[in-house]
């Protein structure tokens, strides 16, 4: 199993079970996580979180949502050297549309800049960190400060076609300004151009995609989005070495 997959379970365990125990509905709990983004933050403790029982599962949860946070701290590989982000730089036929990248892992950031610079033949690469700040989040699509987000919780064939619009006509095929959810990273885009191709339908290719290993992207498409991204800081890699 995946650790996309094992997310997943865990995620939809924890909903039901806080729904059930206070008596609301699903899509309420489902609003109450995408609130205080606990399904990011069950992905960033899975090592942990699969290792224990579900009681303790649920008092992670709970703490999350008492400590009422709403900011996401995400991280961006690359081996460009920056001070601003411009959208206009940013690559065609990308998942999710043309936009800036960022991850909630910063493992993942850090594979993305070295695989990069292998790629590019770049002796330096770099990984940033930032804080997305939002003051609301309240469903799959939702507002904040006039700014329309679109989050995918898991594999979904929705998921797939909304790749699919975007990595084949490419530029942007929505009207979002940050798009939240999984990443068809090197280990699953044979299974997404299958489904491009028409090889494989898409309830086939989401199947055959739990069992990769799939990650997290955060992507950002407008400047007004960019407006709710502060620089935090920027590591700078030479080979295997990290200079500050």
Known sequence: MSIQSDVEMLSIQAVEIYAKKNNISTSETYALFHNHQVFEKIMLQHEYLHQVGIDEVMEYVSKVIEEDSHQLIVFHGTTK???????????????????????????????????????????????????????????????????????????SEEWLEFIKENRAKGGLQHNYDVVIGPVADDNTMETVQLYIAGVLKANEAVERLRYSQVNNQVSFHTEKALKHLKFVRREKYDGNNLYF
Do not use: M
């Open 81 to 155: 050297l920056f001070d601003k982000i411009d959208l206009t730089k940013s690559h065609n036929r990308r998942d999710f549309g043309k936009g800036f990248y960022t991850t909630i892992l910063e493992r993942q950031a850090k594979e993305w800049e070295y695989r990069l610079s292998l790629r590019e033949e770049s002796e330096l690469h770099y990984v940033y960190q930032f804080i997305f700040t939002d003051n609301l989040f309240t469903s799959d699509v939702y507002e904040v400060d006039c700014l329309r987000i679109k989050r995918f919780d898991s594999l």
